[in-house]
């Protein structure tokens, strides 16, 4: 049998560890990037693989990545891995990129918006399979941090990669697996991303709102819009996928989401092997512009078809513009 070959579309924090994993698995895996001076093209890099045993291990495993980088796609690809933001989806870069792959070749598309299927069925021809990134990945050392040294920092507890359940999921799931991530296939993964979405988007808009302090949130009655939020596009992506599905009309206890948000809030920081407050503020400050374009996405939706979007569109006007100067964010 041939060596399988994946290119893997976009070399930042989360393509390097998924491609990490594959080359282990010994495939022959290959970035694609947009810009070979940016310092997600630079060739070795370190990375930094945190223990799971959270805050009450120092223990972390550093390894060298040297795979290969390219600026122009071409044919000869037996899949196509995109691990950009969602807002990078519908790009004319992207657009001519995918145009030189043979269009046959199976993508795995691991961006979170729930229209982005959708948007790339417009550029391939070719099957699409959803993946929900299960993994914590950064550039290192965080701010404000001296350690660990320059590169990629990770963490992969269990589900770090779910895929659908197809042909393409099932054995690009299977390549993780024998490159030693944990990682699994599920039915139905698009309601499910869906679902899990909607969950996280709002709380982080509430946390952005709170100048990306955990403990101002959890005393600020954002939370109790960002859960109420998170109910709005939980019903509005399954409304989207289904509008005859009972999701798309279920409504959720907002006092007990509250207590469970806030609980998250509290003890995640006390677990996590990292700072996670800095790591919040660096990564979803990064793909600001993706979590607009996901609030006005549901909000839209929402609209035109007669689904409440008040929670949502309240966060949205509570958000500060983007700042002019944002931490790298090259592809």
Request: glycine share 6%; hydrophobic share 40%; with cysteine.
């Given at each position: ?145 001296l350690s660990p040294s320059a590169g990629i920092a990770y963490l992969t507890p269990p589900r770090s990669a779910v895929l659908e359940n197809s042909d393409a999921g ?36 509430a946390l952005e709102c709170c100048d990306w302090s955990l403990a101002t949130l959890r005393k600020s009655a954002l939370l109790a819009t960002a859960c109420e939020a ?71 939706y929402g609209q035109k078809n007669n689904l409440p979007t008040s929670a949502l569109a309240a966060l949205r006007q509570a958000l500060p513009p983007i700042a002019s ?7």
């Amino acid at each position: 049998m041939s060596t399988p070959r994946i290119l893997i579309i976009g070399s930042g924090a989360v393509g390097a560890i998924y491609g990490a994993y594959l080359a282990q698995a010994g495939c022959h895996t290959a970035f694609l990037v947009r810009d070979r001076a940016s310092i997600n093209s630079r060739m070795p890099r370190t990375l930094h693989h945190y223990s799971m045993l959270g805050a009450l291990s120092k223990r972390i495993r550093t390894d060298q990545q040297n795979l290969r980088v390219i600026d122009q796609a071409h044919t000869g690809w037996d899949q196509v891995w995109i691990c950009l933001p969602s807002d990078a989806i519908h790009t004319d870069w992207l657009s001519s990129q995918l145009a030189k792959v043979d269009p046959k070749t199976p993508i795995i598309l691991w961006s979170p918006d729930f229209r982005d299927q959708q948007r790339l069925a417009a550029m391939h021809k070719g099957p699409v399979s959803r993946a929900l990134i299960g993994l914590a990945s950064f550039q290192t050392p965080l701010p404000g941090e001296l350690s660990p040294s320059a590169g990629i920092a990770y963490l992969t507890p269990p589900r770090s990669a779910v895929l659908e359940n197809s042909d393409a999921g099932k054995q690009a799931a299977q390549w993780l697996r024998q490159g030693g991530l944990p990682a699994i296939n599920m039915d139905k993964l698009s309601a499910h991303e869906a679902l899990m979405t909607a969950q996280l988007q709002p709380l982080i808009a509430a946390l952005e709102c709170c100048d990306w302090s955990l403990a101002t949130l959890r005393k600020s009655a954002l939370l109790a819009t960002a859960c109420e939020a998170a109910n709005e596009a939980a019903r509005i992506g399954s409304h989207f996928l289904d509008p005859s599905s009972p999701a798309a009309h279920k409504t959720h206890s907002l006092p007990g989401k509250r207590w469970l948000f806030k609980l998250a809030i509290f003890a995640a920081p006390v677990l996590s092997p990292f700072p996670l407050q800095t790591y919040l503020h660096y990564h979803f400050a990064k793909v600001g512009e993706q979590t607009r374009q996901m609030l006005d996405g549901w909000i839209d939706y929402g609209q035109k078809n007669n689904l409440p979007t008040s929670a949502l569109a309240a966060l949205r006007q509570a958000l500060p513009p983007i700042a002019s100067v944002k931490p790298n964010t090259t592809i």
